[in-house]
């Protein structure tokens, strides 16, 4: 069985990155495995040249490999995070400190400590900015209600949604809706 190697990529936030990432690793030469959000797993070991060919290609696209461990698990958490707002169909009934620590098998208080640490912000002002960020993209698309948002974001009423809502834009989502105007951020900037 040929050894395999697992790199860490940062910004990979959406469905394109990993198309990207896959491509650019095809280009290279490699055989991805798998590409998932911030996680590939190549069916060759790479070498320091290699490794330094993936950083040159994917750095002018806005990815970078990840070394350390600190930055590898924060960016697990920012990937856990999006996945959980933008690619879930429901989501957990579950707290986020029990998602993320069943998830990343680590004590959420800890997680709370690395991220805050890392990153200047709390995983819950992170989640609450992803959230206004997946609302902002179904009002513009206008096929749901915003009680319709609000429970498919896990909200428990549509008045604290549309609160925290306006506390996060300035705007009510319904304001934000009749702007018609696109006013939304890359995932990889919030």
Do not use: W
Request: glycine share 4%; net charge neutral.
């Amino acid at each position: 069985m040929k050894p395999s190697q697992i790199l860490y990529i940062k910004n990979m936030v959406c469905n394109r990155c990993i198309m990207v990432v896959r491509a650019q690793l095809l280009v290279l030469g490699l055989h991805p495995l798998s590409v998932e959000l911030g996680r590939v797993e190549l069916a060759e070991a790479v070498d320091d040249s290699l490794m330094q060919s993936i950083r040159q290609t994917l750095e002018p696209l806005g990815f970078e490999l990840i070394d350390d461990r600190r930055s590898l698990l924060t960016e697990q958490i920012k990937a856990a995070v999006i996945e959980l707002v933008h690619y879930s169909d429901q989501q957990p009934k579950t707290n986020l400190s029990d998602y993320l620590a069943t998830r990343l098998n680590h004590d959420y208080s800890a997680l709370s400590k690395l991220f805050s640490e890392t990153t200047g912000t709390t995983i819950e002002k992170y989640l609450i900015a992803q959230k206004t960020e997946r609302a902002k993209e179904l009002l513009i698309y206008g096929e749901l209600s915003i009680g319709e948002i609000a429970d498919l974001l896990n909200y428990s009423s549509t008045a604290y949604f549309s609160s925290q809502f306006k506390s996060q834009t300035g705007l009510t989502p319904g304001q934000f809706r009749q702007l018609r105007e696109n006013r939304r951020k890359p995932l990889d900037q919030v």
